[in-house]
């Protein structure tokens, strides 16, 4: 079914655990993802779901599979772990694209490894459908991230804090290298391993890196910057990763890992979901400030291999830990000055954004909605037109009128007509996103066994940023007692 061709399976000895999936009792194909399959090259026979599923489930392996877990270490929330590796993730094996590119084939909940510590190697029902929807919609808004190609019901009960059904998800990446897994070599001062790991990177990730004359300077700052952008992006749709530890972060700039993850309803930029994140480290504002530490966790590990003379080495590294603020502020900037309808730079863009970003926080209105609503205003141009829908996102209205005059004075700037600018917004500005509590409601649906939410929700995600009247419920921020205030990890 897979036309295998692994590459990580055949580094040294030490970068993995070869491990088998352990078989499940009753594979059930819950999702398949036809059009990824496509994409993949991946010959899957649909008219045979049963037997789909215990490939899926890994109850079966396929022919030409290599199934290894992943040594890395990590970060979690500041403290380092020495190693934590794929504890219930079991990589299959690679294919190659129809573009090109290559892609790991990863069974998540597949059973125990050596890495599993005192984890059951399982994943919950829930949990599974959340990152289906998640990473499926993130990259339908276009934001980068690992993709889901199929979901596939165990059969079996799992224990977290009470019974629940169990589930494989299998997840695609365009690699899952994490800084963790450079920090696992770099922990144990195993030097020719880091070699071995950031060459291989290079070369699957940033071919074009290698005749530079410092090949490895030259890797971190393209990771930095592929971070930088993709925080950015996050930062536009309102997503709160909610674990960025290290072992979180992929070298490809992918997004990864969506367990405790969430996005803005009304715009507050301390905001926190994760029932584990006490300290709110990774509240939706703090995200650049934390990725920027997870790559300096990557520079240091990248060190040894930058320079033999160390202070020198250190100091070049610090310079590109500089270059990541930079490139996130620009980057930043360039997003949400789409979002508000302007085309070129001008001086003073950050503080017209940020009056805006004000506003909402004070007159709590709903960052999705209240950008979508924005952009009838620009088709309305200087008419007055959809003002009143705009301006009921907030409690509070004054700050929101202000700025409207301020807004509408700098887009007269730009010679744009109103329609083509409202087009371009729209295309900024989604109209669906995963709102948490409609992915609340498909997950609790499903654990009853009722899946029609869950499809009519990845339905919506599809195309997020066309007005869809079936969807329309979908673009509405929740009722005070639909609101999610917590989010759990999916372990
Ligand atoms: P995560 O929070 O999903 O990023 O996982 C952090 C670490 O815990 C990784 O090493 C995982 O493999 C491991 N882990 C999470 N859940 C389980 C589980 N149910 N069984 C074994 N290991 C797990
Ligand atoms: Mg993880």
Redesign the pocket.
């Known amino acids: 079914m897979f036309q295998f061709d692994n590459s990580y399976a055949q580094l040294p000895e030490r970068f993995f655990a070869p491990v088998y999936p352990e078989p499940v009792e009753g594979p059930t194909l819950l999702k398949f993802n036809a059009a990824l399959a496509q994409e993949l090259g991946i010959d899957a026979d649909l008219s045979d779901p049963q037997r789909l599923a215990a490939i899926l489930a890994g109850n079966v392996v396929p022919a030409g599979a290599m199934p290894i877990a992943m040594a890395y270490a990590g970060h979690q929330f500041g403290s380092f772990v020495p190693q934590?590796?794929?504890?219930?993730?079991i990589l299959l094996g690679e294919v190659i694209d129809r573009k090109g590119t290559r892609r790991d084939i990863q069974l998540k909940g597949a059973g125990?490894t050596p890495?599993?510590?005192r984890?059951?190697?399982?994943?919950a029902l829930g949990p599974v459908l959340r990152e289906y929807i998640v990473s499926e919609a993130m990259n339908a808004l276009g934001v980068r991230a690992t993709r889901a190609l199929a979901a596939v019901a165990t059969g079996e009960p799992v224990y977290r804090e009470t019974p629940q059904p169990g589930a494989v998800f299998v997840r695609v990446a365009s690699s899952h290298v994490r800084i963790g897994t450079f920090q696992y070599f770099a922990a144990r001062q195993d030097i020719d391993g880091l070699r071995t790991l950031a060459d291989y990177v290079i070369e699957r990730h940033y071919p074009q890196l290698g005749s530079e004359d410092n090949r490895y300077l030259a890797l971190l700052r393209a990771v930095a910057f592929a971070q930088a952008d993709l925080v950015a992006r996050w930062m536009g749709i309102g997503f709160i990763h909610g674990?960025m530890?290290t072992?979180?972060m992929t070298l490809s700039g992918e997004t990864i890992?969506f367990?405790p993850c969430a996005f803005l309803d009304e715009y507050d930029p301390m905001k926190v979901f994760s029932s584990i994140d006490q300290m709110g480290r990774y509240a939706y504002r703090n995200q650049p400030g934390i990725a920027q530490w997870n790559i300096a966790r990557l520079a240091e590990c990248l060190l040894p291999l930058i320079g033999a003379d160390e202070d020198k080495a250190a100091l070049t590294a610090n310079r590109v830990l500089t270059e990541f603020g930079q490139r996130f502020q620009s980057e930043w900037l360039n997003v949400f000055r789409h979002k508000i309808g302007l085309v070129q730079g001008h001086e003073g863009d950050g503080e017209l954004v940020q009056g805006l970003l004000g506003a909402m926080h004070e007159g709590e209105a709903d960052f999705t909605l209240a950008f979508r609503r924005l952009c009838a205003v620009a088709a309305g141009g200087g008419g007055g037109g959809g003002d009143d829908a705009f301006l009921s996102s907030f409690k509070d209205t004054a700050n929101a009128v202000e700025w409207l005059a301020v807004w509408r004075t700098r887009l007269s700037e730009e010679a744009v007509p109103d329609s083509e600018r409202a087009a371009a917004m729209r295309a900024a500005n989604p109209a669906v996103i995963p709102r948490n509590h409609k992915v609340e409601e498909a997950l609790a649906a499903a654990n009853y066994g009722d899946l029609s939410f869950f499809e009519r929700l990845l339905g919506a995600l599809e195309n997020p940023f066309e007005d869809r009247p079936e969807f329309e419920d979908y673009t509405i921020p929740p009722k005070p007692e639909e609101r999610v205030l917590q989010t759990f990890?999916?372990?």
């Not at 934590?84 to 993730?89: I, K, P, S, T, Y």
């Not at 984890?119 to 994943?123: F, L």
Request: proline share 4%; charged share 30%; hydrophobic share 20%.
């Open positions: 934590l590796g794929d504890g219930r993730a125990p890495f599993s510590r984890g059951d190697g399982r994943a674990v530890n072992d979180n890992d367990g990890c999916g372990t």
